[in-house]
């Protein structure tokens, strides 16, 4: 069967996406789009090369205009700018909007069976615009956000334990950004709660650490990851492509679970074929719960500034 995969950002963070699902053979094809042309045709032919030791082949291809995006099965946005030191958050927000907004409507006109994978920042309110804009089933609009946020709490706990690398399972809920929840009662290795394994000091650093990951990252590159929500994303798109009905938490939009409606944010979700298949609501503690209020609220105080702008009429 052939699978078609658009990449729109050909960044570090695209191209790392692209690189690891060409290496695993995920996808009969990637596209990749860049506002820049020939960031995408450089990217496409260094990732097509690398595909000659791949045990599968990939088709890598660069195109420079939007309607060479169509008859895809899952399209990946990664595309935004950084905020710079004069701009507000709102600042931020609008223009981000502004380049996913057009992007998800050049995806409804050019792929209108694909699934789309939010991953521009801020990435919850992001995914709640592709929602909007494109009026897509809420199954088909899926934020990536625990999928890396897990990963980076795995991390965190391997460097505690030393021991079950690829044995450990982590639960990242709410805002993919301050108002992240690491939750160690859902987090096990090899099915251990980690509150077993290590002490409450151990558990508040795996937290801490956990949230500021990407801060970390930012400190000593100076600049955002790029491999590992390169790799995230990836697994999402083979959990997709392959029917594999994934556990992930990812951001999606809330109809009535836990307690709340019109807001993106990270939950945990299954993940396969028709994109979402079931929303799972698990019993969230008394602190959790709060947190997850705040999250809620932050969120959608972002939303009402691009109400507030008239930006969904």
């Known amino acids: 069967m052939h699978t078609r995969v658009a990449i729109i950002g050909a960044g570090a963070v695209g191209a790392s996406c692209a690189y690891a699902l060409a290496l695993n053979g995920s996808c009969s094809e990637i596209i990749l789009y860049d506002i820049v042309p020939d960031i995408a045709i450089g990217k496409a032919i260094d990732i097509a090369q690398s595909t000659h030791y791949s045990q599968r082949g990939t088709r890598i291809r660069a195109v420079s205009k939007p309607s060479d995006i169509e008859g895809c099965d899952i399209v990946v946005i990664t595309a935004g700018v950084p905020r710079k030191k004069d701009m507000t958050r709102a600042d931020l927000l609008k223009i981000n909007a502004g380049i996913v907004k057009e992007i998800a409507l050049n995806v409804k006109r050019y792929s209108p069976d694909a699934m789309i994978i939010s991953v521009s920042n801020p990435l919850d309110v992001m995914n709640y615009v592709v929602h909007r804009v494109t009026g897509w089933d809420r199954s088909r609009v899926i934020g990536m956000s625990g999928a890396l946020d897990g990963a980076r709490m795995a991390y965190e706990i391997y460097k505690k334990a030393g021991f079950g690398a690829t044995q450990i399972s982590t639960m990242v809920i709410g805002e993919h950004g ?8 859902m987090s096990h290795i090899d099915g251990i709660n980690i509150n077993s394994l290590l002490t409450p000091e151990e558990i508040r650093e795996v937290v801490e650490n956990t949230k500021n990951g990407g801060a970390n990252i930012v400190k000593h590159l100076k600049t955002s990851a790029y ?6 994303i990836a697994i999402m798109v083979e959990a997709i492509l392959n029917d594999e009905n994934r556990v992930v ?11 709340y409606s019109g807001v993106s944010i990270g939950v945990p979700i299954m993940l396969g074929y028709n994109g979402v298949k079931t929303i799972f609501e698990m019993p969230l503690e008394e602190d959790i719960a709060e947190q997850f209020d705040s999250a809620v609220k932050s969120i959608k105080a972002n939303i009402a500034i691009l109400e507030r702008e008239n930006f969904f009429d």
């Not at 301050?178 to 009662?185: A, L």
């Not at 491999?227 to 995230?232: E, K, T």
């Not at 938490?249 to 307690?259: I, M």
């Open 178 to 185: 301050e108002n992240m929840i690491p939750y160690p009662k």
């Open 227 to 232: 491999y590992a929500p390169g790799r995230a």
């Open 249 to 259: 938490a990812s951001s999606v939009v809330l109809e009535g679970e836990y307690g």
